[in-house]
């Protein structure tokens, strides 16, 4: 027996090795790269090559230079993610609760996008917030935008191509959280003279926060991070900090600055995430 449960805890560790590899190939040595690149001298260059001189300088040099688009991505990412739990929230309600056989049908479409380029749909957006597009037409129409306002280049253009593009990573935690509510215990929180508002907050909100935390996280994470809807839904006045890292790195060629700015973002992130799982009493969900 003992020889048993020996021989499957070898077989258990046996399975572990090519995820460990994975990870030491794919992320262990290039986040060791990176590392290394942000403390390069910055006096170095692609063609003559640079120099290990631990340039701790880097980092501060780059907070100085380049906070402001740290700022406006953290400030895009949240208030993506914001509107992403808001939308997928009711979204995701209505699919466990109201679609019956329709389910498995909505869950198709929210998945739909996917079939399709990221590039492409975001492209999409462009042209559907061009200046005489029908959306920028019609809202001038009813007076909301001026005869010269505009929705492509605004903050309001990279909110919702973030919120559109990344709105199925929202719903589907939700969807996996919502659906295995025992509508019984809403029910019982009618029978006990809740209000549909109160049984919300105190039934159906606690027993979804799993899925909240989880859609909240695999928004904000690459919606930070993101600078393709930057790129194509706004302008330089609404450029985000991984348009920055793109450009340090292809045109401009500045790999210690690239590196030093990709490192402080990765450690912004973890830190966030790490205090807001805490604070929302899910760390067992890590």
Not at 33 to 46: E, I, M, N
């Amino acid at each position: 027996m003992s020889e048993t449960v020996r021989k499957r805890g070898r077989t258990g560790y046996l399975l572990l090795i090519p995820g460990v590899l994975w990870l030491g190939l794919f992320f262990v040595i290039p986040l060791y790269s990176l590392v290394a690149t942000s403390l390069f001298d910055p006096s170095g260059s692609d063609t003559v090559g640079y120099t290990m001189t631990y340039h701790w300088a880097n980092y501060s040099h780059v907070i100085s230079d380049y906070w402001q688009p740290l700022v406006r991505s953290l400030a895009y990412g949240a208030l993506a993610t914001l509107f992403c739990l808001i939308l997928g929230y009711v979204l995701a309600y209505a699919i466990a609760f109201k679609a019956g056989r329709w389910k498995n049908l909505m869950l198709v479409l929210v998945i739909a996008p996917f079939f399709t380029s990221f590039l492409v749909r975001t492209l999409s957006w462009k042209l559907l917030l061009a200046d005489d597009g029908i959306i920028v037409n019609t809202l001038q129409f009813v007076h909301i935008l001026g005869a010269d306002g505009r929705l492509l280049a605004t903050p309001f253009a990279v909110i919702a191509g973030l919120t559109y593009n990344f709105l199925p990573f929202m719903v589907l935690p939700l969807y996996a959280s919502i659906d295995k509510i025992d509508p019984r215990l809403i029910e019982a929180s009618s029978d006990l003279y809740a209000n549909p508002f109160v049984g919300f907050f105190k039934v159906t909100w606690p027993l979804s926060l799993p899925g909240v935390v989880s859609g909240t996280l695999l928004t904000f994470i690459p919606a930070v991070g993101d600078y393709i809807n930057a790129e194509l839904l706004g302008s330089p006045n609404q450029r985000m900090i991984g348009s920055v890292i793109q450009s340090l790195f292809t045109n401009a060629n500045n790999y210690p600055a690239a590196g030093a700015l990709s490192v402080i973002l990765m450690l912004l992130i973890v830190v966030m995430v790490l205090f807001y799982v805490r604070r929302a009493g899910t760390e067992d969900l890590l």
